[in-house]
C-alpha cells in the first residue's frame, strides 16, 4: 500500500469512497455502522505515510462533512496505553501474531524515516497513534461517547451505549458460570 499511494492519493481515493457511501446510505432505510472507519483504519494509514499533522486534521474535517447528513455519531473504545494495551493483547494472541502486527505496524515510511524497528519501534508508533486518535476524537463535532474498560465491565458499557443511541434497555446480562 505503502508504494502505491501518497498520502494525497489515499485522501483523495478515501473521501470519494466515502462520499459514494454517503449519498448511497442516505437512500437507504437502515443504519450504517462503521467499525473503526476513519479513526482506525484511516488514520493510522496515513500516520504510517508520515502525514502531517495539518493533513490528519483536514482529512477528519473532510470525513465528518462527507458524513454530516447521514447524522453520525463515534462511540470510541478508548484502550488507555497503548503499550500496555498491546502488550496484552501480544500475550493471549501469541507470538506468530505479535511477530505480524510487529511487521505491519513498523514496515512503513513512518518508521523507516524514525528508525524505528522491532517491539520498541512498533510500541513508539502506537504511542503516537494513540496520540492522533485523542486528537482525533476530541475534535470529532458530532455526539459521541468515550469508554475505557469495556473488557473488564462490558454490561455497564452496554448500558451506557443504549442510552446514548436512545435505544431500549436490553436483557438482563446472563450470569456468569
Known sequence: MFAEYTAGSFVEES????????KETLRAEHICILDSYPFQN????????????VTLARYQSSVEQAAAD???VLIYFDPGDAE??????????GPTWTAYAI????????ATSRRLQGLDGALAILKSYKLVLDESVARFRFPKLVLSGCHLRWPDCH???????????????????
Open 15 to 22: 473521501l470519494i469512497r466515502l462520499n459514494a457511501f454517503a
Open 42 to 53: 484511516s488514520l493510522r494509514i496515513l500516520l504510517q505515510m508520515n502525514a502531517d499533522p
Open 70 to 72: 447521514l447524522d453520525p
Open 84 to 93: 500496555q494495551a498491546f502488550r496484552v493483547i501480544a500475550e493471549a494472541r
Open 103 to 110: 511487521a505491519v505496524i513498523t514496515e512503513c515510511p513512518y
Open 159 to 177: 448500558a451506557k451505549i443504549r442510552e446514548f443511541l436512545r435505544l431500549e434497555p436490553g436483557p438482563p446480562a446472563m450470569p456468569p458460570r
